[in-house]
């Protein structure tokens, strides 16, 4: 039995050190946080390499005492508490002490700093927790520390480090929550020479606001205060034209501290629930204040949790505080003359698409008597315009397809009578050939949604938005496969604002992107211009599209890709085909129809959408007159 022995104070120093410092974003926290605790207005943060090869923090604010400078490495050493009385009503963000004894343990530091009352400034140098030289030179006031070689001693976990573009999106978002926390601060900071932005330290929140999110999400915005005696909200919320596909956007502050709280997102989601669709999330920059007895912030090392003593009083209060915000606010979006809806070559205007299924979904849940079915039988069209207009393809490649139809039909024979309506498992022949013209006829369409078909003695219904959806994801893919994407150049180009998690995730996984047919070019800061988009998603809200990519590939927290390999990245994006697809409440001819099915059927899987739903099931004549009594 091995014998039992106090470890080496260099190996707990490491040890420890992994609870604080796991990546470049931890050391930024902590040294950022301690440059505010010195009352400091300029703060200015430096990385090269996603902060692997130097993080630099400077500050102007209180400095370290020269006889404090060592003392300030050891463990546990802080100025923030005293005693354990003192955790209850800490108002710091720092108060464990243990950041800067961790960092050195694990990096090469050297920290130069000066008080306002001492001439001259100190420079200490300390490497793998080893202390160094201990000089006097001249410095202005304030702290400046530098961190180079993180992780140099401890190359296992330098290791399990991620590229240098994704650490440095870590500490973008950092920054940017550390500039939304602290308006009456001056936040610079310099990614690899470049400064990414620079707060004006005016105290004012929505210039904060627009310098990260840019100008249409500071276009968007209702203020929001509310207050009680033992709480009080204030900030911004988006309005629901400002909706994300993850809650990346919500941004909320405790006491002065960015944390992550089911209890706080869920209040606030509850507050906009009148206002947004299923599966959206809202827009907010919210700071929250209560008293320091009524918040445990000693939750975790990261101090990202905190504990409420009355958790169901703080829901109710964010809840109702942001409802009400919102109910004094019009809420009717503004329409443009620049974005009027596009004419169809019809001369019809095209409705806006729909939200995907949520009002289809939403209907059926509501138990009601259903209207008379109205079958709609609209004047034919030229068969070659109405592929075009649908499918994008020119009037001779619509000909030579019609030629070469390749779609199948259900056998009449050994029809299984069953009680309820079911999808078409297999097609045995051709329904839409030339030698089946005569024994199939389309009937039209109902509800604007849903088409009718009559072939032999089955009826079919076919779900019109899930029947192109399949066709366009399956058209993409293919191209995709094939390096054959066509891109629709954007006249204007379209400029999206990207925050540093999106900006980091978007130059990670660029190439994807390129591949799938879009174009963009960085246009100054955080903007980009988006000048090209593959062909069957043109037209279909391209900045829309594009952010949700990017929330579709982004976690809810933490900004780590899910299943980030080629093919499921590319399967992402083409699942965007929805967009584009032809939406419910949409009237199509036959023609239109016959085009559709005509590809469809083509496809290995034509029975579902990519998210699984069916495209088409069928009735039986018996089943219907078993339904009349006709057959008992």
Same mark, same amino acid.
């Given at each position: 039995?091995?014998?039992?022995?106090?470890?080496? #104070?260099?190996?707990?120093?490491?040890?420890?050190?992994?609870? %604080?410092?796991?990546?470049?974003?931890?050391?930024?926290?902590?040294?950022?946080?301690?440059? &505010?605790?010195?009352?400091?207005?300029?703060?200015?943060?430096?990385?090269?390499?996603?902060?692997?090869?130097?993080?630099?923090?400077?500050?102007?604010?209180?400095?370290?005492?020269?006889?404090?400078?060592?003392?300030?490495?050891? $463990?546990?050493?802080?100025?923030?508490?005293?005693?354990?009385?003192?955790?209850?009503?800490?108002?710091?963000?720092?108060?464990? !002490?243990?950041?800067?004894?961790?960092?050195?343990?694990?990096?090469?530091?050297?920290?130069?700093?000066?008080?306002?009352?001492?001439?001259?400034?100190?420079?200490?140098?300390?490497?793998?927790?080893?202390?160094?030289?201990?000089?006097?030179?001249?410095?202005?006031?304030?702290?400046?520390?530098?961190?180079?070689?993180?992780?140099?001693?401890?190359?296992?976990?330098?290791?399990?480090?991620?590229?240098?573009?994704?650490?440095?999106?870590?500490?973008?978002?950092?920054?940017?929550? *550390?500039?939304?926390?602290?308006?009456?601060?001056?936040?610079?900071?310099?990614?690899?020479?470049?400064?990414?932005?620079?707060?004006?330290?005016?105290?004012?929140?929505?210039?904060?606001?627009?310098?990260?999110?840019?100008?249409?999400?500071?276009?968007?915005?209702?203020?929001?205060?509310?207050?009680?005696?033992?709480?009080?909200?204030?900030?911004?919320?988006?309005?629901?034209?400002?909706?994300?596909?993850?809650?990346?956007?919500?941004?909320?502050?405790?006491?002065? $501290?960015?944390?992550?709280?089911?209890?706080?997102?869920?209040?606030?989601?509850?507050?906009?629930?009148?206002?947004?669709?299923?599966?959206?999330?809202?827009?907010?920059?919210?700071?929250?204040?209560?008293?320091?007895?009524?918040?445990?912030?000693?939750?975790?090392?990261?101090?990202?949790?905190?504990?409420?003593?009355?958790?169901?009083?703080?829901?109710?209060?964010?809840?109702? #505080?942001?409802?009400?915000?919102?109910?004094?606010?019009?809420?009717?979006?503004?329409?443009?003359?620049?974005?009027?809806?596009?004419?169809?070559?019809? !001369?019809?205007?095209?409705?806006?698409?729909?939200?995907?299924?949520?009002?289809?979904?939403?209907?059926?849940?509501?138990?009601?008597? #259903?209207?008379?079915?109205?079958?709609?039988?609209?004047?034919?069209?030229?068969?070659?315009?109405?592929?075009?207009?649908?499918?994008? %393809?020119?009037?001779?490649?619509?000909?030579?397809?019609?030629?070469?139809?390749?779609?199948?039909?259900?056998?009449?024979?050994?029809?299984?009578? &069953?009680?309820?309506?079911?999808?078409?498992?297999?097609?045995?022949?051709?329904?839409?050939?030339?030698?089946?013209?005569?024994?199939?006829?389309?009937? !039209?369409?109902?509800?604007?949604?849903?088409?009718?078909?009559?072939?032999?003695?089955?009826?079919?219904?076919?779900?019109?938005?899930?029947?192109?959806?399949?066709?366009?994801?399956?058209?993409?893919?293919?191209?995709?496969?094939?390096?054959?994407?066509?891109?629709?150049?954007?006249?204007?180009?379209?400029?999206?604002?990207?925050?540093?998690?999106?900006?980091?995730?978007?130059?990670?996984?660029?190439?994807?992107?390129?591949?799938?047919?879009?174009?963009?070019?960085?246009?100054?800061?955080?903007?980009?211009?988006?000048?090209?988009?593959?062909?069957?998603?043109?037209?279909?809200?391209?900045?829309?599209?594009?952010?949700?990519?990017?929330?579709?590939?982004?976690?809810?927290?933490?900004?780590?890709?899910?299943?980030? #390999?080629?093919?499921?990245?590319?399967?992402?994006?083409?699942?965007?085909?929805?967009?584009?697809?032809?939406?419910?409440?949409?009237?199509?001819?036959?023609?239109?129809?016959?085009?559709?099915?005509?590809?469809?059927?083509?496809?290995?899987?034509?029975?579902?959408?990519?998210?699984?739903?069916?495209?088409?099931?069928? *009735?039986?004549?018996?089943?219907?007159?078993?339904?009349?009594?006709? %057959?008992?």
């Amino acid at each position: 039995m091995a014998g039992i022995h106090v470890l080496d #104070s260099e190996t707990v120093d490491k040890i420890a050190a992994g609870e %604080v410092v796991e990546r470049p974003i931890n050391v930024v926290k902590e040294l950022v946080e301690n440059a &505010v605790d010195a009352c400091a207005s300029a703060v200015t943060v430096e990385i090269k390499e996603g902060g692997i090869s130097l993080i630099r923090v400077t500050d102007n604010g209180n400095g370290i005492e020269p006889e404090q400078v060592k003392t300030a490495f050891q $463990r546990h050493a802080t100025s923030k508490i005293r005693t354990a009385a003192d955790l209850t009503g800490v108002v710091s963000l720092g108060f464990r !002490g243990e950041a800067l004894s961790s960092i050195a343990a694990v990096s090469q530091v050297e920290l130069i700093t000066k008080t306002r009352e001492s001439l001259t400034g100190i420079r200490f140098s300390i490497e793998g927790g080893k202390e160094g030289s201990l000089e006097e030179i001249g410095a202005p006031d304030g702290t400046t520390v530098l961190v180079r070689n993180l992780f140099y001693n401890t190359p296992v976990r330098k290791k399990f480090l991620k590229q240098p573009v994704t650490e440095a999106g870590y500490i973008t978002d950092l920054m940017e929550h *550390m500039a939304l926390c602290r308006p009456d601060v001056s936040f610079q900071y310099i990614l690899n020479g470049q400064v990414r932005f620079h707060t004006s330290g005016n105290g004012r929140l929505e210039e904060v606001i627009y310098r990260i999110y840019g100008r249409d999400a500071a276009a968007n915005l209702v203020e929001i205060k509310s207050e009680t005696p033992s709480m009080k909200v204030t900030g911004y919320l988006g309005k629901p034209v400002l909706n994300r596909a993850n809650r990346n956007f919500e941004t909320y502050f405790v006491n002065g $501290r960015y944390i992550k709280s089911q209890t706080v997102s869920k209040a606030i989601e509850d507050g906009f629930k009148e206002y947004l669709m299923q599966h959206k999330y809202p827009f907010t920059v919210l700071h929250l204040s209560f008293d320091p007895d009524f918040v445990d912030v000693n939750v975790h090392p990261t101090k990202m949790d905190v504990r409420f003593s009355d958790t169901i009083g703080v829901y109710d209060f964010i809840s109702s #505080s942001v409802a009400a915000a919102l109910r004094v606010r019009e809420m009717i979006p503004e329409a443009f003359l620049d974005k009027r809806p596009k004419e169809s070559k019809s !001369g019809k205007t095209e409705r806006a698409p729909e939200p995907f299924e949520v009002n289809r979904q939403r209907q059926q849940k509501v138990a009601q008597p #259903s209207p008379a079915y109205t079958v709609r039988r609209p004047e034919p069209v030229d068969f070659k315009e109405s592929r075009q207009r649908i499918f994008g %393809v020119s009037p001779a490649e619509s000909a030579e397809a019609a030629e070469q139809k390749k779609t199948g039909i259900i056998k009449a024979s050994d029809t299984v009578i &069953v009680e309820k309506p079911v999808q078409m498992e297999l097609f045995s022949e051709k329904v839409l050939s030339q030698e089946s013209r005569g024994d199939y006829r389309i009937l !039209g369409q109902i509800f604007d949604t849903y088409w009718l078909l009559v072939f032999k003695d089955k009826l079919f219904f076919v779900d019109q938005h899930a029947a192109h959806e399949k066709v366009k994801y399956e058209r993409l893919i293919k191209q995709y496969q094939a390096k054959e994407i066509i891109s629709q150049t954007l006249n204007p180009p379209v400029i999206v604002s990207l925050t540093g998690r999106e900006e980091a995730l978007f130059k990670e996984y660029g190439e994807y992107f390129a591949a799938l047919g879009f174009e963009t070019e960085a246009f100054g800061g955080s903007e980009y211009a988006l000048r090209a988009v593959p062909a069957d998603l043109y037209g279909c809200n391209e900045k829309q599209l594009f952010e949700e990519v990017l929330d579709e590939l982004t976690e809810s927290q933490g900004g780590s890709v899910k299943n980030a #390999s080629p093919e499921v990245i590319a399967q992402k994006i083409a699942s965007m085909s929805c967009k584009a697809a032809v939406k419910g409440n949409m009237s199509m001819n036959p023609a239109e129809m016959e085009a559709l099915l005509d590809e469809l059927l083509t496809l290995d899987n034509p029975y579902n959408c990519p998210h699984g739903r069916p495209t088409i099931f069928s *009735m039986s004549r018996y089943e219907i007159e078993k339904k009349f009594k006709r %057959v008992l």
